[in-house]
């Protein structure tokens, strides 16, 4: 336990070390911060990584076994109906306790936060119920997605404006630390009904859904609400380090009860199915036991240090970058830091290592790594050019889709499944948690719209992934070709033929 949990700090503090790095140099430079608020920001990013280690090793020892359990207990019962049912209802439960969509819904006023979480959660659950029968019933992933998101497109024609972003924010964001692990646990044992060759797509291709359910749903329901006001981010004024305490304290009892009621139906699900068909040695319930007290605390002091301080430091520091640099400014400097926060999330690097492998090292995963970082810098790079043109989200992600879409009827199915995943690899718990408040404290400053404008970043961040990995399944496949093509002849020690099958001609 003591080597998982020195792995995971390293993990958490290495993915949350780009974003100290990066506000204290800008905090140095350009974009000045009052010392209490740098203090306060330091403190948060610090019980961040402590509740993100806390978290990811409960969820390793609890969520995970609890996932695979309830899957395989549901796949034994052989009854369609009450796996449909369960599935549903699993979906809505794990949504619910997903700490990024409470970050989400806590930033959009106007709506109240159980509509909008309630309203996201029906639709994971929803998905994931297709996403089963897909795997049931053996239909290409590639067609599903294709129906889907052209109804979010003509949905996106209909939607509030002030909703829009919002909506396609919503995949990004529910797709996150709770909710990924959990449905790929789930996945394994729900593609254990047929067992085949394709089961390993299947297994990848159920966080595609979990993706686009969120969004369609959102996209209804922003035909009856529209968001108001403002950004509800406010910057405490701290005079003492007493200030920054009195700030937690007054903070933590709020999280320890929303955490609570956010694990509770998960828990009470597990506890269900332990009593009616699991019944899981007591030695395995106590580790699970064990497990989701470090998630309930992980969770607690996640939450409280985003919402405390460093939500407020990333809205300051966005306001301070418009005041005092040029534009283009503000344009790198998003480059630069989407660039080495996903250079520096751990799940890119076990992404990467399965790249690698499916292609047998045709996709080297440094060159992968650097594509996908590339990627998403390019993605917080356009999040800034929106807030300072007021361009149109759809502008980007509508052709970013088609061009997936199209891509997919290209690339092998394994990749379709693998690109669609790699959108909630990339945003992660950092994308919500900073990047989203320095776009809204950048784009109020400049007087504009935060629901058209800052809002879309995180949809940005999980399309970029999407599309890079297409690409690299599209030079696969090409690869693939040509080593069909070639027939390599060795003749000597020193030399050999490669035979042109279209030439026919053999050459030295």
């Given at each position: 336990m003591k080597k998982l949990l020195l792995a995971k700090f390293k993990e958490s503090f290495f993915a949350v070390l780009p974003i100290i790095v990066i506000v204290l140099v800008l905090t140095l430079t350009v974009a000045p911060m009052p010392f209490y608020s740098m203090v306060l920001f330091l403190l948060s990013a610090m019980m961040m990584i402590l509740g993100i280690t806390l978290f990811n090793l409960g969820v390793d020892v609890s969520l995970m076994p609890i996932g695979e359990h309830i899957g395989s207990g549901l796949v034994k019962s052989r009854n369609l109906r009450l796996i449909v049912v369960l599935t549903f209802v699993i979906g809505t439960f794990i949504s619910i306790a997903e700490p990024d969509l409470h970050v989400l819904a806590g930033q959009i006023s106007g709506i109240p936060n159980p509509i909008i979480i309630s309203a996201i959660s029906a639709g994971v659950g929803i998905a994931l119920v297709g996403a089963f029968l897909r795997i049931l019933f053996q239909i290409r992933l590639s067609r599903i997605l294709a129906i889907c998101y052209i109804l979010a497109f003509i949905l996106s024609g209909f939607t509030s404006k002030n909703f829009l972003s919002i909506a396609w924010e919503a995949g990004a964001v529910t797709t996150g630390p709770i909710m990924v692990p959990f449905v790929m646990a789930l996945g394994l044992g729900l593609a254990a009904v047929r067992g085949d060759k394709t089961s390993e797509e299947d297994s990848f291709g159920l966080v595609a859904f979990c993706l686009i359910g969120p969004i369609i749903t959102m996209l209804i329901l922003g035909l009856f609400f529209e968001p108001s006001g403002g950004s509800v981010l406010t910057i405490p004024?701290?005079?003492?380090?007493?200030?920054?305490?009195?700030?937690?304290?007054?903070?933590?009892?709020?999280?320890?009860g929303q955490v609570a009621i956010a694990l509770l139906p998960i828990i009470l699900l597990f506890i269900v199915f332990q009593l009616v068909s699991l019944r899981l040695r007591n030695k395995t319930l106590?580790?699970?036991?064990?497990?989701?007290?470090?998630?309930?605390?992980?969770?607690?002091?996640?939450?409280?240090?985003?919402?405390?301080?460093?939500?407020p430091a990333g809205y300051q520091l966005g306001g301070s970058l418009i005041t005092n640099t040029p534009p283009w400014a503000l344009i790198l400097i998003g480059f630069i830091t989407g660039y080495f926060v996903v250079a520096a999330e751990p799940a890119v690097f076990v992404l990467k290592e399965q790249v690698e492998d499916i292609t047998d090292g045709a996709i080297p995963g440094r060159t992968m790594g650097i594509g996908l970082s590339i990627g998403v810098g390019i993605s917080v790079g356009l999040s800034m050019f929106r807030i300072l043109t007021e361009?149109?989200?759809l502008y980007i992600v509508i052709p970013g889709y088609i061009i997936v879409l199209l891509l997919a009827l290209i690339v092998p199915p394994l990749f379709t499944a693998i690109a669609f995943d790699s959108g909630a690899v990339a945003s992660g718990p950092l994308a919500a948690t900073f990047l989203l408040p320095l776009a809204m404290g950048a784009c109020e400053t400049i007087g504009g719209n935060i629901f058209t404008d800052a809002f879309g970043i995180v949809a940005l961040i999980a399309l970029t992934p999407v599309l890079t990995i297409q690409f690299f399944g599209l030079v696969y496949r090409i690869k693939a070709k040509r080593a069909e093509k070639d027939i390599v002849i060795p003749v000597a020690e020193d030399s050999i033929i490669i035979y042109d099958k279209e030439e026919n001609t053999p050459q030295q």
């Amino acid at each position: 336990m003591k080597k998982l949990l020195l792995a995971k700090f390293k993990e958490s503090f290495f993915a949350v070390l780009p974003i100290i790095v990066i506000v204290l140099v800008l905090t140095l430079t350009v974009a000045p911060m009052p010392f209490y608020s740098m203090v306060l920001f330091l403190l948060s990013a610090m019980m961040m990584i402590l509740g993100i280690t806390l978290f990811n090793l409960g969820v390793d020892v609890s969520l995970m076994p609890i996932g695979e359990h309830i899957g395989s207990g549901l796949v034994k019962s052989r009854n369609l109906r009450l796996i449909v049912v369960l599935t549903f209802v699993i979906g809505t439960f794990i949504s619910i306790a997903e700490p990024d969509l409470h970050v989400l819904a806590g930033q959009i006023s106007g709506i109240p936060n159980p509509i909008i979480i309630s309203a996201i959660s029906a639709g994971v659950g929803i998905a994931l119920v297709g996403a089963f029968l897909r795997i049931l019933f053996q239909i290409r992933l590639s067609r599903i997605l294709a129906i889907c998101y052209i109804l979010a497109f003509i949905l996106s024609g209909f939607t509030s404006k002030n909703f829009l972003s919002i909506a396609w924010e919503a995949g990004a964001v529910t797709t996150g630390p709770i909710m990924v692990p959990f449905v790929m646990a789930l996945g394994l044992g729900l593609a254990a009904v047929r067992g085949d060759k394709t089961s390993e797509e299947d297994s990848f291709g159920l966080v595609a859904f979990c993706l686009i359910g969120p969004i369609i749903t959102m996209l209804i329901l922003g035909l009856f609400f529209e968001p108001s006001g403002g950004s509800v981010l406010t910057i405490p004024e701290l005079f003492a380090l007493g200030d920054i305490f009195r700030l937690y304290l007054a903070n933590f009892p709020e999280y320890f009860g929303q955490v609570a009621i956010a694990l509770l139906p998960i828990i009470l699900l597990f506890i269900v199915f332990q009593l009616v068909s699991l019944r899981l040695r007591n030695k395995t319930l106590l580790k699970i036991l064990i497990g989701t007290i470090y998630t309930y605390i992980g969770l607690v002091l996640f939450l409280t240090s985003v919402n405390v301080g460093f939500m407020p430091a990333g809205y300051q520091l966005g306001g301070s970058l418009i005041t005092n640099t040029p534009p283009w400014a503000l344009i790198l400097i998003g480059f630069i830091t989407g660039y080495f926060v996903v250079a520096a999330e751990p799940a890119v690097f076990v992404l990467k290592e399965q790249v690698e492998d499916i292609t047998d090292g045709a996709i080297p995963g440094r060159t992968m790594g650097i594509g996908l970082s590339i990627g998403v810098g390019i993605s917080v790079g356009l999040s800034m050019f929106r807030i300072l043109t007021e361009t149109s989200l759809l502008y980007i992600v509508i052709p970013g889709y088609i061009i997936v879409l199209l891509l997919a009827l290209i690339v092998p199915p394994l990749f379709t499944a693998i690109a669609f995943d790699s959108g909630a690899v990339a945003s992660g718990p950092l994308a919500a948690t900073f990047l989203l408040p320095l776009a809204m404290g950048a784009c109020e400053t400049i007087g504009g719209n935060i629901f058209t404008d800052a809002f879309g970043i995180v949809a940005l961040i999980a399309l970029t992934p999407v599309l890079t990995i297409q690409f690299f399944g599209l030079v696969y496949r090409i690869k693939a070709k040509r080593a069909e093509k070639d027939i390599v002849i060795p003749v000597a020690e020193d030399s050999i033929i490669i035979y042109d099958k279209e030439e026919n001609t053999p050459q030295q």
